[in-house]
């Protein structure tokens, strides 16, 4: 009997034993999934935000106008954001890629090896291309960690393009416009200074000398004036009074301006716009029409025909001024309307063109949102078009 109950009080106990234990490793297991399962959400957590602020740092980097390029320490490309790809019209992906691989811009080395011996370079500048001129600003900056060493570099590109491009307008305008004073400047103080000289007692030369004055009096004064058109056109300070403006009628009156012109050199002019009004400033629109009737007198065939007509567009009035006169080369057809520009250099400063007038055709036309272009072809005449809204 005591045998039995021996045993049974020992399978009890070791029963007892298992269970607790499995208890307990069941516990422990369970612990474990939940801690297991709770680093599992924490690393879950810290890859989403992560990925949040990697997405956030490419949001900022893609939207900042400045092309920005991260190298690492061995000089290749770790990001690049779109401002770069696309001021390189680049598509391809440049992870992993030298600097030089993508630019093909051999200075750029030597302005790697100065920013990692200096760990910053300011204003560089780099010309791009040989045809079409780009030029680009580049300020970089070396990364370096606690332990001074250099971990790689970061560069901001800068196009510069416009700036450069308006500053070289500037300095031709500056250059423009002083040879433009210098010239009737020097012929009046010329004439001035042999008057005084005793050619005053002439009265036929003095004559001739003072009427040399006063035409060149008047070019400086015309040329004063086109000036002011030009910049308050390019400042945007000349605002349009637009109104309703009967085209015909307005063709008529500076065909009268230029009768005289015209009877002189016996050219024909010829009105054959139609009954049609435009929306526009009565009198830009007639300091346009009276430029190119007044060159196409000039400028064309003496004996020859002046004709100025109109056909109407979607929405506009597309107004030709055309002569019979010699034409315009090819290669002058493109650069008519810039400032200065003369097809005959000679020719127009003694007819007492300033070189403004198509310029200023240009701007008045394009403030009233149209377009103005030239054809032409050599001993048949040029045609000047622009358009206008209709009213």
């Known amino acids: 009997m005591w045998p039995v109950l021996i045993i049974l009080a020992l399978i009890a106990a070791l029963a007892f034993v298992h269970f607790h234990w499995r208890g307990k490793f069941l516990r422990a297991s369970a612990a474990a999934t939940a801690e297991t399962e709770r680093l599992r ?6 890859e989403a935000q992560a990925l949040q602020i990697k997405t956030q740092q490419q949001a900022l980097f893609d939207s900042m106008i400045e092309g920005l390029l991260l190298l690492d320490e061995n000089r290749r490309i770790q990001l690049a954001n779109r401002a770069f790809t696309e001021l390189f019209d680049i598509t391809a992906d440049l992870r992993g890629r030298t600097l030089l691989e993508v630019l093909r811009q051999h200075e750029l080395t030597g302005l790697l090896e100065t920013v990692e011996e200096k760990q910053q370079v300011l204003g560089y500048e780099l010309k791009l291309g040989a045809l079409s001129e780009r030029w680009i600003q580049i300020n970089a900056a070396a990364i370096i960690d606690g332990d001074r060493a250099h971990r790689g570099t970061l560069l901001v590109f800068h196009d510069l393009t416009r700036l450069k491009q308006l500053e070289r307008t500037r300095e031709e305008f500056v250059a423009n416009v002083s040879h433009e004073l210098r010239t009737p400047l020097s012929l009046i103080k010329g004439y001035v200074e042999t008057l005084l000289d005793g050619a005053r007692d002439n ?3 003095a004559t001739k000398f003072l009427q040399t004055i006063q035409r060149n009096a008047e070019r400086l004064q015309f040329l004063i004036e086109d000036l002011l058109t030009i910049s308050e056109l390019e400042s945007g300070r000349l605002k349009m009074n637009l109104q309703s403006v009967p085209l015909r009628p307005s063709v008529d009156k500076v065909f009268e301006d230029f009768k005289t012109q015209a009877r002189a050199r016996r050219v024909t002019l010829t009105n054959e716009i139609p009954e049609v009004a435009a929306q526009a400033d009565a009198e830009r629109l007639q300091q346009v029409l009276g430029n190119l009737v007044g060159n196409a007198v000039k400028y064309g065939r003496a004996d020859g025909q002046v004709k100025v007509s109109a056909r109407l567009t979607e929405g506009a009035i597309e107004v030709c001024v055309a002569d019979d006169g010699p034409g315009i080369p090819p290669d002058s057809l493109e650069r008519v309307f810039e400032r200065f520009y003369r097809i005959d250099k000679a020719r127009s400063r003694e007819q007492g063109g300033t070189g403004l007038g198509l310029s200023i055709v240009k701007h008045i036309v394009q403030s009233h949102g149209g377009k ?7 001993g048949k005449g040029a045609a000047f ?4 809204p209709r009213s």
Do not use: D, I, K
């Open 372 to 378: 103005v272009w030239a054809r032409s072809e050599m």
């Open 41 to 46: 959400e924490l690393n879950a957590q810290r």
């Open 203 to 205: 009265p036929e030369v």
């Open 385 to 388: 078009y622009f358009t206008v």
